[in-house]
């Protein structure tokens, strides 16, 4: 994603990289970093605009680079995130705070021991109802949320 944010940015292939459904991508993404995905994309292009403008870049070219269809458009995005107007991020030694490209480091411990005990317990019964749900698993996302309210709704989880 660092290397497009002056093109567009396909959120479907960035899943597929993570080996995971646009729906997990973005829902970890924003777990993990603890923004959006579609708000680091808006502050890091911003943040790369920023330095375009402070290198004599035209106001609406770096608009334009960072998908945005008018000078207006830009100017109110830059305004709410870098709280100045582009214009007056050009202006020389102006100080401006950058959005950090984010890094991502998984480290694997096994080091500590877990107590753990095995407890016989009598028989007992698990009920419960069901729906068809397939592989696909944005769609099943769209299925189980429903079933759960109606669920609700409807008084079965009550009942059970």
Do not use: W
Request: aromatic share 10%; charged share 25%; net charge positive.
């Amino acid at each position: 994603m660092e290397d497009n944010l002056d093109s567009e940015i396909s959120i479907e292939r960035a899943a597929q990289l993570a080996c995971c459904s646009q729906y997990h991508f973005q829902r970890m993404f924003s777990y993990i970093i603890g923004v959006s995905l579609s708000g680091y994309l808006r502050r890091r292009r911003l943040t790369k605009a920023a330095f375009d403008l402070q290198d004599g870049n035209k106001v609406i070219d770096v608009a334009l680079r960072y998908g945005y269809d008018s000078h207006t458009a830009f100017n109110r995005a830059f305004q709410a995130v870098r709280g100045i107007s582009p214009s007056a991020a050009r202006i020389p030694d102006t100080i401006l705070k950058a959005f950090p490209r984010v890094s991502f480091q998984i480290t694997v411990k096994g080091v500590s021991e877990m107590d753990y005990r095995i407890v016989e317990k009598k028989t007992f019964r698990i009920v419960g109802t069901r729906i068809k749900i397939g592989a696909n698993v944005d769609e099943n996302a769209k299925i189980i949320m429903p079933f759960g309210g109606q669920a609700m709704e409807n008084g079965l989880m009550s009942h059970l």
